[in-house]
């Protein structure tokens, strides 16, 4: 077993780390506060060559492995998870899904502006009456023959006031349930779209989530991806993928909020000592260590399974429940740490542990992760 990094990957990390510090840290206080889309810096991450890093160079990616994309997610995450989430859906839920299902024609059209980064997209899976019970879609695809009628509301759509291609799924056929859903490429400038307003939420606030809605809207056949019927199996294979990028931010927001807290304890002193002195102090630090590094291991290994070919979903699950699990544990203590300076924005510890919580709720909450995990080893 070889832990050791290439001479690549570790260039991908310190390229992510020199970014996330140099042009993410400036401000990402007051995006927060004004729930500011981090545009520019998403662009930059594109020509960095960040959004697309696992797609193919033919269609506009970085042609890098899984294992570059959890260092490059866990460094853009210690700072700004808002931005992260933005290259999370781009990379693992959109291009991934794009390049594994879509045909020719719909990489060369879709694929390679999305994974060059000089667009971003968006996934449209949640409802309102939809959420953890994907199968229950109340959003139509009537086949009309050369085209579909899509009609329908989704929810909480990353992504959803600045994307440009939503990967959308529908119910074609109720009678055949799961089997009958498909899903499709939808572009926003088509006669139908509608963005709802955006979400005020509790972290993540820099990126932008909104309600879709889709009324008469004509989708060309051709848009469909895969055959008739594959929409929910789509779904889930991508989701399967994108744990791993949820995870890593997860992995992220824990080890940004213990090094914030590590380097703290190392200046404020009570007592006539730094506090990193007193034991409980260091207990709290070892408790995140230790965690945080038992949260990478798993996020390297569906990486290197995902690499190697072999079945991930299992890891990924098992890496997305421990890794978000750890952010809000690590975040919350890590605020502890810094006292009364932790509860306000300029030590950047109370964002962190905003922003872990949503890593515990989107792409399947730890309830629906131990779910997949106790199916599988009961099997
Ligand atoms: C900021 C944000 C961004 C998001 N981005 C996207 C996006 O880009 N695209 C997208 O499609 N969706 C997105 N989502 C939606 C997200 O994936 C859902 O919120 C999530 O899957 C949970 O669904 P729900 O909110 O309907 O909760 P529900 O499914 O109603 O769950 C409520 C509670 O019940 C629990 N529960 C449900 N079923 C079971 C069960 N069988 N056993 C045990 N417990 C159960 C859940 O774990 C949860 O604790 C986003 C959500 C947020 C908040």
Same mark, same amino acid.
């Given at each position: 077993m070889n832990f050791e990094l290439t001479e690549e990957q570790i260039a991908v990390r310190d390229a992510a780390r020199d970014f996330a510090k140099t042009e993410l840290l400036p401000g990402v206080i007051e995006r927060d506060t004004k729930q500011e889309f981090p545009m520019k810096q998403i662009r930059a991450l594109g020509e960095l060559g960040f959004m697309g890093m696992m797609v193919d160079p033919k269609y %506009? %990616? *970085? #042609?890098?492995d899984a294992v570059s994309y959890v260092l490059a997610m866990e460094e853009i995450s210690k700072i700004d998870a808002s931005c992260s989430v933005v290259m999370s859906v781009n990379n693992s839920l959109v291009c991934w899904g794009l390049e594994t299902f879509a045909n020719e024609e719909q990489k060369m059209k879709y694929l390679v502006p999305l994974a060059s980064g000089k667009v971003h997209g968006a996934f449209c899976l949640s409802e309102p009456e939809a959420g953890s019970d994907a199968t229950s879609q109340r959003t139509t695809a009537e086949d009309k023959g050369d085209y579909y009628l899509l009609n329908g509301t989704k929810n $909480?759509? +990353? =992504? %959803? =006031? +600045?994307?440009? +291609?939503f990967l959308v799924i529908a119910q074609t056929d109720v009678e055949k349930g799961h089997r009958g859903i498909n899903a499709f490429i939808v572009e926003? *400038? $088509?006669? #139908?779209f509608q963005v709802g307003p955006k979400e005020d939420k509790l972290g993540i606030r820099g990126s932008d989530t909104h309600s879709i809605m889709f009324q008469d809207m004509k989708v060309p056949k051709e848009n469909r991806i895969g055959e008739d019927g594959f929409g929910f199996k789509f779904a889930m294979k991508t989701l399967g993928g994108g744990r791993i990028g949820i995870a890593s931010q997860a992995l992220g927001i824990a080890s940004g909020a213990y090094e914030l807290a590590l380097a703290y304890s190392k200046e404020r002193k009570a007592f006539g000592t730094e506090i990193m002195n007193h034991q409980a102090i260091q207990f709290k630090l070892a408790d995140m260590a230790t965690e945080i590094e038992a949260a990478r291991l798993l996020c390297m290994k569906a990486a290197w399974q995902k690499d190697n070919g072999e079945s991930y979903e299992l890891t990924s699950s098992m890496a997305k429940l421990f890794a978000s699990e750890t952010a809000m544990r690590t975040t919350v203590e890590a605020v502890q740490v810094h006292g009364g300076y932790g509860y306000v924005k300029e030590y950047h510890v109370e964002r962190l542990m905003r922003d872990a919580k949503i890593t515990q709720i989107y792409e399947g909450t730890s309830e629906i992760q131990r779910i997949v995990i106790s199916r599988s080893v009961l099997k």
């Open positions: %506009g %990616g *970085s #042609g890098m $909480w759509i +990353t =992504n %959803g =006031n +600045t994307a440009d +291609t926003k *400038s $088509w006669e #139908g």
